[in-house]
């Protein structure tokens, strides 16, 4: 806190003047958010909407959503997630007021809310009225050897279009209740996790607007939202010009187009995996910094095509490489929009932005 005062606070003047990329922050919650806007990211480039489920209050329902075996459990389980759903994105609005906010749709590899323990199993088994043989089974049919190639993103939305409705109801009704009481008309980005073909982002967004629409109808009420996607499978940045035609802006989530385009485990890479890269490949492991040989022309063959489709199109990057201050400069070279960063590096990335921009 000190260090915000005197000559800090008049050098990062400066580095605001200068800088042509916008930062934003990462945060899922609404301290986070709070901490970002101290430290002046300029919006929300990233809520991962997946963080809010795993609160102890909300994860029984989850289980339930995803383990369901009528629609009628399923509906009944959303039911009961929606409004807490709604107050998470309500408190968040509270910090973020106008300033944009990009909340990504449910991205959990589908293993994390599958419970794994005789005891939970038992418990929800009861809670569903189900016979533990029958939730297991459910369980087996869900089971996964590579989760993290498997049932998540938006191939998660599409299986279980209730979840996404019930996310977007929460994030729509929210800010037009927020609108009434304070008069402040927020900035929702809703986006779509790791799609790899346009017609998975046209179906999804088919329900995002259905579902905004009734929302609209029901409160007699509008609000300017944008419906955009990650380009985070190497698919997807290779095919981005079929995909910006249906799309408002790109985030980049370069963690998963790292993993992807190596063919590296981001999950194992404190392990064999860095060590490896760091000795027979890269300089610096490319989770830390952006590969601008490999991974990095897969960012710019994504925004040529991008921009090619639609000149000016918004494109800013969600990965971890976003507070990163070498990143940071190859993403001024390509042309993002702005990066988004975990809160408390928002201050090097404001900083690095305007070295970019000198450069
Ligand atoms: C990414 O893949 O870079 C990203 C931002 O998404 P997540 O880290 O949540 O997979
Ligand atoms: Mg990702």
New binding site residues.
Partial sequence: KPALGGKFTELMGWVDEIKTMAVRA?ADTPEDAKQALEFKAEGIG?I?TEHMFFKEDRISSVRRVILAGTVQERAKALGELLPMQKDDFYQIYQVVEERPVTI?LL?PPLHEFIPVKAEEIRQLAETMSLSEEKLKDRITELNEVNPMLGHRGVRLGITYPEISRMQVRAIMEAALEFKIISKIEVQPEIMV?LISDVKELVYIKKEIEDEIKKVFIEKGQTLTYHIGT?I?VPRAALTADKIAKEADFFS??????T?MGFGFSRDDSGSFISEYIEKNILEKGPFDTIDQEGIGQLVKIAIEKGRQAKPNFKIGI???HGGDPASIEFFQQLGLNYVSCSPFRVPIARLAAAQAAIK
């Fill in positions: 990462n990233l991962r990504r991205d996790p990650m985070e980049f989530g370069t963690n998963d187009l993993q969600c990965g971890e």
